[in-house]
């Protein structure tokens, strides 16, 4: 049994600022209610949702980002629940988060090649530019964006960044949180193109999240559906597609319109 | 007969290259057309140019925008501007920025009708209550007292839609109006626009980069490319047969979850090169006829 990552009950509650009284602490909301699964070494999981649903919070957590309120989170056989930063550091190169919008999480003033040697001098590594060089080179960039800053570059390119951003670190798990949701959908087909290539080239495991089952369907082998912090289905995705288990999943599935004017739909 | 008739119409950056190449385009009464294309395309750029709201550093460089047979261009821009508030309403993308945070609902929705439109205070109350019902909000006394920050998405969606409809425009332009929303609340607005455009007759411009979202809301669309439309067609034509490369292109990126196999293939390089060459010539063309 090869799990990377081994969730037990997860729960995770977090302060809603939105109730917080005048004076006082302000109310915690439970996000996470209780959820238990595993990701096995190499494999490429799907985690849907409406929005709201939990699936942000659920990624920041699988990344130690968010602490859990309660449950465990292993992973690669360590109990990572509450390891306190100075001991989670050294892990960290090891699982990366891709975000849906890199613009906003990259510094605009920096180039390419600056925005991904940063992650790599954090984590103090050595050959910072031949690494640069080779992460570029995996997600199908020229050398020479490197040299490019941020609103040079279109948003397939920009998201193409950010992947190599989190494989320069060579790291065994990245979790991909909507990171083909504003994109056309050629550059969407190209970006899931790319990390199909990458799982297999990097021996990569990978959790995408995504609130668009079409694009599930393409790239992951199993699929959980997460409805108001719970896990409603956790199935392989082509047994999903077939035939979906829960009402919400169906829901979610029969509000796609697909490319056809025969589907009867509105 | 159309309603809006676009014919050849370009616009550009001022002193710079073409962001719209002699689009031409036409929708009736009670018709939705829907322009499609990849992002920088210019759907949005065809709707400001018939909403009269192009930024400054875009002008107009040729064609017409005739709505209900008379050129908006050749208008003073008083009389342009009065046209097209009295006539034509926009249902825009992003349902939170659209409204203001620190104003209530009700007079995101009346002020227009009354200082633009000159109704009474009372009637425009009593009408923005009745589309609020119209559009399926329940309690529309609360909703027009409320702040946006007290509304979902889709709550706030509906009232944009609401609002839009609210003059009985005969034209409205809706510029990616679910892209912001999940698939389950924007089947729930796309069908609300459906169902208020088909009660009021109006004539409805579909801006959307979703060849899925097309194919249940349209009957006609346009297909753009670098401001070029390359293909031009009724939407069970275009389904069934695209008949420009680029436009076929676009289909078979576009997901189909009920076949794995197809969809989501990017647009092949070859394609991107035979449709930019299109516009080069395009370009060329209209460069040889400045200098005859
Ligand atoms: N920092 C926060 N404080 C309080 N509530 C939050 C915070 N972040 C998210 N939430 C709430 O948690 C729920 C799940 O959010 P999220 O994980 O972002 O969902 P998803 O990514 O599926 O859209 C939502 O109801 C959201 O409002
Ligand atoms: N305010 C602006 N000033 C100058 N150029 C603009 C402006 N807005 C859009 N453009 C350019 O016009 C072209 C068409 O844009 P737009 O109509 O917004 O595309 P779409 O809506 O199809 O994504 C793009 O090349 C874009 O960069
Ligand atoms: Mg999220
Ligand atoms: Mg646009």
Redesign the interface.
Same mark, same amino acid.
């Given at each position: 049994m090869s799990d990377l990552y081994r969730i037990e009950n997860l729960r995770l509650a977090l302060a809603d600022m939105t109730a917080k009284p005048l004076f006082g602490p302000a109310p915690r909301i439970e996000i996470l209610k209780g959820l238990s699964f595993g990701i096995a070494k190499g494999a490429v999981v799907g985690i849907v949702g409406g929005s709201g649903s939990g699936k942000s919070t659920l990624g920041r957590a699988l990344v130690r980002l968010l602490e859990p309120s309660g449950g465990s989170i292993h992973f690669d056989g360590t109990d990572i629940t509450h390891l306190p930063e100075a001991v989670l550091r050294p892990l960290r190169r090891r699982f990366q988060m891709i975000f849906q919008d890199p613009m906003s999480s990259l510094n605009p003033r920096h180039r390419v090649g600056t925005l991904i040697a940063e992650p790599l001098r954090l984590h103090r590594l050595d050959a910072i530019p031949d690494r640069v060089a080779r992460a570029l080179d995996h997600v199908g960039l020229p050398q020479n964006f490197a040299t490019r800053f941020p609103h040079e570059l279109s948003g397939g390119q920009r998201q193409r960044v950010g992947i190599a951003r989190a494989i320069a670190l060579e790291p065994d798990f990245i979790l991909a949180d909507e990171i083909v949701s504003g994109l056309d959908v050629s550059s969407q087909a190209q970006v899931l193109n790319l990390l199909e290539r990458l799982v297999s080239d990097l021996g990569l495991t990978l959790a995408f999240i995504s609130h668009d089952l079409s694009v599930i369907r393409r790239l992951c082998q199993r699929t959980l559906v997460l409805h108001q912090g719970r896990i409603v289905e956790d199935r392989p995705t082509a047994e999903l597609f077939a035939a979906p288990a829960s009402a919400y999943t169906r829901d979610l599935l029969e509000a796609i319109p697909l490319p056809d004017p025969s589907q009867p739909w509105l | 007969m159309s309603y809006l008739s676009i014919r050849n119409l370009s616009v550009r950056l001022k002193g710079g290259p073409p962001l719209l190449r002699r689009v031409s385009l036409d929708v009736g009464p009670g018709e939705v057309r829907g322009l499609v294309g990849?992002?920088g395309a210019g759907k949005s750029m065809i709707g400001k140019a018939v909403l009269g709201i192009l930024p400054p550093s875009v002008e107009v460089t040729g064609g017409e925008i005739l709505l209900g047979g008379t050129d908006l261009l050749g208008l003073p821009p008083k009389d342009r501007r009065r046209r097209i508030g009295a006539t034509c309403a926009l249902i825009p993308q992003d349902p939170l920025t659209a409204l203001n945070p620190s104003h209530r609902i009700e007079p995101q929705i009346t002020d227009r009708l009354v200082n633009i439109l000159g109704w009474t205070r009372a009637a425009a109350r009593a009408r923005a209550r009745d589309l609020l019902e119209e559009v399926h909000l329940p309690d529309p006394e609360r909703v027009l007292r409320a702040y946006p920050h007290e509304l979902s998405?889709g709550m706030r969606q509906r009232i944009l839609i609401a609002s839009a409809f609210a003059a009985e425009p005969k034209l409205i332009v809706a510029d990616e109006p679910t892209t912001a929303l999940? @698939?389950? @609340?924007?089947?729930q607005i796309?069908?609300l626009i459906?169902e208020m455009q088909a009660r009021h007759g109006t004539a409805l411009v579909f801006v959307t980069?979703? =060849?899925? @979202?097309?194919?249940?809301?349209c009957q006609h669309l346009s297909v753009l490319y670098a401001g070029m439309v390359v293909e031009d067609a009724r939407? !069970?034509d275009f389904?069934a047969a695209p008949r420009h490369a680029y436009s076929a !292109? =676009? =289909?078979a990126?576009?997901?189909?979850?009920?076949d794995?196999d197809a969809? =989501?293939?990017? @647009?092949p390089d070859a394609v991107i090169d035979a449709v930019r060459a299109e516009v080069a010539a395009f370009d060329a063309a209209k460069a040889r006829r400045g200098a005859a």
């Open positions: - | 990849e992002s998405g999940d @698939v389950t @609340v924007q089947k796309l069908k459906r980069h979703d =060849l899925g @979202v097309v194919s249940k809301v939407v !069970a389904f !292109a =676009l =289909l990126a576009t997901p189909k979850y009920t794995p969809g =989501l293939n990017p @647009v």
